[in-house]
């Protein structure tokens, strides 16, 4: 346990200021946190009360969990009784700062006799007979496994950490690092190594702050303006929910004594300038070349513990990987890592962008008398581009389409990681989240512009019941994810079309996907479409049916299924997709010329 004293100031260097704020800032907080209430960002009393109530029948089930798995080990009722077990919430919840709707990050700690396979053989059916609950999906393969589940109305992602311990006793706090010793990597990473936002952290972020209220109300602005600006997810390869955490507990760290609304005001200006400093200082050549290493975020200094882990360090020659990361953001628990490992340049510059907007509409607000709403303004990624890769998950099962279409999404980053190295592409912009969608197909020729995001009124519209009086009846779920694509201005003195070839990185994006151990061809597929926009918006899930159909024929896709290619229509030996139930041939392929279209700037 650590015993030391709190330093005299928080953070690894002394405050900017530790002056209060004046009467315009507090003014100004007041009409912010108003703001915040208009804009629907704290829950109502019942939904508080009701997440109590669903933790409280959480924390007595892993109880009983550890009960049963203890009893079948041959320990008596007193023994199992006392191996105990325990609950510890992370991420938004437990910092206070969670909105309606929001789910709860929660972790599970269990005794040295307790595994993982348990966690998933035992703990998850158990989660199924619970009263109130409406789905439970395991991944016991992913890199930190996870239980998903809704339960009374109130998401719940499940981790757990078997600790070297005979009991777990109601009274246990994770702080002492001494509890890592004898874990298995995936323990460690449970319990606050590489996944950044676990309990060991949050609880960290909330002891280095000066103010935990000023913290909270400033962070639960700046998680509402990352939401509308389309740059809240850290799997996308922006900043997830703590990394936004720890840079407003830095911005506390320097200002302790102000309100708000002043932090917000600070946020954007030292985060503005941060990001231009880093965007500088990476030469785009070879990023191991560093000629000014990046000045990492840290909310103290990094320290030595127990273990023989890793500990994120850019000096040492032991991890080289370290000194690529684009603008580290450094956990405060024991075994320090890097929270940001995912930033690409593309998403670092999209979120210079956004910072410089951001600092530039709050000095209107300080300065002007703008509305806060402003700041809130949402995002224009669907007009913002020209051009657009439209990713597809399909497959034939609600449980198959959520495994499948979240590790199609975890791989989306190494897609845009490839686009970088187009030379006439400028940036890759992904966009956050997924479109999921349930379509009810009559044809195979519905299935097949379902595939590729062509959905008539007749789909959209169409129910189960009224799709299973039809001779064939097929139910296909979806999951579309979008990346923007910024042209590069033409070169003066260039003779004819600018031309851009996607072919290589998006076969190679599909054959990473599939790579996956649990991908089964007769039940999931993936598609990669190229789309243009035409004057207005594009409308997820549904963009121009004719750019789609004419983009996608030159985009390189080596298979068209779920029936045949509009433009291919004469083919009749297309192999007929097996989520139509059909088996289907394998026949001559299409063949597809590699994507080499005439393109303009944004």
Not at 78 to 101: E, W
Not at 170 to 176: A, G, T
Not at 187 to 193: T, W
Request: proline share 7%.
């Amino acid at each position: 346990m650590d015993t030391q004293e709190a330093p005299a100031y928080y953070g690894i260097t002394k405050p900017i200021s530790v002056a209060g704020p004046s009467p315009k800032e507090e003014e100004l907080t007041k009409s912010l946190m108003e703001e915040l209430r208009r804009q629907n960002t704290f829950e109502a009393e019942e939904e508080a009360k009701n997440r109590e109530v669903v933790l409280g029948r959480i924390a007595a089930l892993v109880k009983s969990f550890v009960f049963k798995v203890s009893k079948s080990y041959g320990m008596s009722d007193a023994a199992a009784h006392a191996a105990g077990g325990k609950i510890f919430t992370f991420g938004s919840y437990r910092l206070g700062v969670h909105g309606p709707g929001d789910d709860i990050d929660t972790l599970l700690v269990v005794p040295k006799h307790v595994s993982r396979e348990d966690f998933f053989s035992v703990f998850e059916p158990m989660l199924r007979e619970m009263p109130g609950v409406t789905h439970v999906t395991g991944v016991p393969e992913a890199y930190v496994p996870i239980i998903k589940t809704k339960i009374s109305g109130v998401e719940i992602d499940f981790l757990c950490a078997r600790l070297a311990l005979a009991q777990i006793p109601d009274d246990l706090e994770l702080r002492n690092d001494d509890l890592l010793k004898n874990l298995d990597e995936r323990c460690v990473r449970s319990l606050g190594g590489e996944l950044s936002s676990c309990s060991r952290v949050t609880d960290e972020i909330l002891r280095l702050v000066p103010n935990i209220p000023v913290f909270r109300d400033a962070l639960r602005c700046i998680k509402l303006w990352a939401r509308r600006r389309a740059i809240y997810s850290n799997v996308m390869g922006f900043l997830g929910g703590v990394a936004w955490a720890m840079l407003v507990a830095r911005i506390c760290q320097l200002y302790p004594n102000q309100c708000a609304g002043a932090i917000i005001s600070k946020f954007f200006i030292i985060m503005h300038q941060w990001f231009v400093i880093l965007e500088f200082t990476i030469p785009c050549a070879d990023p191991l070349l560093l000629r000014k290493w990046p000045q990492p975020v840290l909310l103290k200094p990094i320290g030595e513990g127990p273990l023989n882990v890793r500990v994120w360090n850019p000096q040492e020659k032991l991890y080289p990987a370290d000194r690529v990361h684009r603008m580290p953001i450094i956990t405060p628990a024991y075994p320090a890592m890097c929270s940001t490992h995912n930033v690409s340049a593309s998403t670092q510059e999209i979120m210079t962008q956004e910072c410089k907007r951001a600092a530039e509409v709050v000095g209107r607000i300080f300065e002007e008398g703008a509305p806060w709403s402003e700041l809130f303004e949402k995002h224009d990624f669907f007009s913002r581009y020209r051009y657009y890769i439209q990713v597809v998950a399909a497959a034939n099962t609600p449980e198959n389409i959520k495994k499948w279409s979240g590790t199609v999404e975890s791989k989306l980053r190494q897609l845009v990681l490839k686009l970088e190295f187009v030379d006439a592409l400028r940036l890759a912009h992904p966009y956050v989240k997924g479109f999921e969608r349930v379509y009810h197909c009559i044809s195979e020729d519905e299935m097949n512009d379902v595939a590729f995001n062509r959905i008539s009124e007749a789909i959209a519209n169409r129910t189960e019941e009224e799709a299973k009086k039809e001779p064939f009846c097929r139910t296909v779920y979806t999951t579309t994810f979008y990346v923007g694509l910024a042209i590069k201005p033409k070169q003066p003195g260039t003779v004819g079309p600018q031309r851009l070839d996607i072919t290589y990185p998006t076969n190679e994006f599909k054959k990473l996907a599939k790579q996956w151990e649990l991908f089964d061809l007769t039940v999931m597929d993936l598609y990669v479409t190229h789309i243009k926009r035409q004057g207005d918006p594009i409308l997820p899930p549904r963009p121009d049916l004719r750019d789609v159909t004419v983009l996608n024929y030159l985009t390189g896709c080596s298979r068209m299924v779920f029936g045949r290619h509009p433009k291919l229509r004469k083919d009749r030996n297309l192999r007929r997709s097996s989520l139509s139930g059909g088996g289907g041939t394998n026949g001559p392929q299409p063949s597809v010329q590699p994507l080499a279209a005439s393109v303009q700037a944004n």
